[in-house]
């Protein structure tokens, strides 16, 4: 028989590559809903739902995101649905009798100043960054709900924390994207207008990690399917959630330089200073996953060939 599973947020980057993955498994049914078939803010439409449909597995993809403009500008909105998404669908599932669940958050959890690089045991160490403070509580929130139900009712509830994701469906807005469709866009435009140079913001020190999508579902997929005795074993009752990442970093300016190299924009490359940083360095501790046997495959030059290449495929609609 096979194994009914929900993927919330299916249409996101991380939810659409847990469905090309999870689809191609022959004991897998997906059970999938658009926002406009499912709005996961609704109490009482989710509770219908998982009491109708019979599902044995979730994974907790969905969740409103943004960059640091739409986080500064809409708090409220960003603590509130994440909260509603996350508390509507952990609780439905008990209720319906789920065991197993994977929830999906993010590395902005760890204090602003968190030791590099950062481990799982950071986490409310210290203040979280500004900008997207109510965000990150929702996110934490999200592991110790799922942490709760498995201590009040036995619940099988599991979290995993990426770095910073790129890849398929990633959102390329000139303003509101992240570093890498934000760089890859620019670069290609630069080459398409026959641009002279390319300003990049900051001085191109910082070192950020980076973690190919596939890469993000395949390790979510692996979290899931371990056996609880050899997951429990790895982690905490009380700090059960696992990071996911490459474990790897590299400077804005050698990522830069990557992107040009990717997109084949041969001008003058240039760094603002004057622009802001942030934060000097942001890499994830993965000692956890590995002992826990994964390890990221998709290497850097090559998860941006193949992100632009998808960019180039479907330019007419992300533009």
């Known amino acids: 028989m096979k194994k009914r599973i929900f993927v919330a947020g299916h249409n996101g980057m991380v939810g659409s590559a847990l469905v090309r993955q999870l689809g191609g498994l022959e004991n897998v049914e997906l059970v999938l809903r658009t926002r406009s078939e499912l709005d996961l803010t609704n109490?009482?439409?989710?509770?219908?739902?998982?009491?109708?449909?019979?599902?044995?597995?979730?994974y907790l993809a969905a969740a409103k995101v943004g960059g640091i403009i739409a986080n500064n500008s809409y708090?409220?909105?960003?603590?509130?649905?994440?909260?509603?998404?996350?508390c509507n669908i952990i609780h439905s599932a008990h209720i319906a009798g789920i065991q197993k669940l994977l929830f999906l958050g993010s590395s902005c959890i760890y204090p602003k100043l968190a030791e590099q690089p950062m481990s799982e045991r950071a986490l409310l160490t210290g203040t979280l960054e500004p900008t997207n403070e109510p965000y990150a509580i929702a996110k934490i929130a999200g592991i110790k709900l799922s942490e709760s139900y498995n201590r009040q009712y036995g619940r099988d509830y599991r979290s995993v924390m990426p770095t910073n994701l790129y890849g398929p469906n990633d959102n390329f807005h000139p303003e509101n994207s992240h570093v890498i469709p934000a760089l890859l866009r620019r670069f290609h435009e630069a080459k398409i207008n026959n641009d002279k140079e390319v300003v990049a913001w900051g001085s191109g020190q910082p070192m950020r990690e980076f973690l190919h999508v596939d890469d993000m579902a395949d390790a979510s997929i692996h979290v899931m399917n371990l056996n609880k005795p050899t997951y429990d074993e790895n982690t905490e009752i009380m700090l059960s959630h696992i990071n996911v990442g490459t474990g790897v970093d590299c400077t804005i300016r050698e990522l830069v330089e990557s992107v040009a190299k990717v997109t084949g924009f041969e001008g003058k490359i240039s760094f603002d200073a004057a622009k802001p940083d942030g934060a000097p360095r942001k890499l994830m501790n993965v000692e956890r996953l590995k002992k826990l046997g994964w390890e990221h495959k998709v290497a850097l030059h090559e998860g941006l060939l193949s992100t632009y290449q998808w960019f180039l495929r479907n330019a007419p609609q992300v533009r």
């Open 43 to 58: 109490q009482q439409d989710v509770s219908a739902f998982f009491a109708k449909e019979n599902i044995d597995e979730v």
């Open 75 to 86: 708090p409220a909105d960003f603590i509130y649905e994440n909260l509603m998404i996350e």
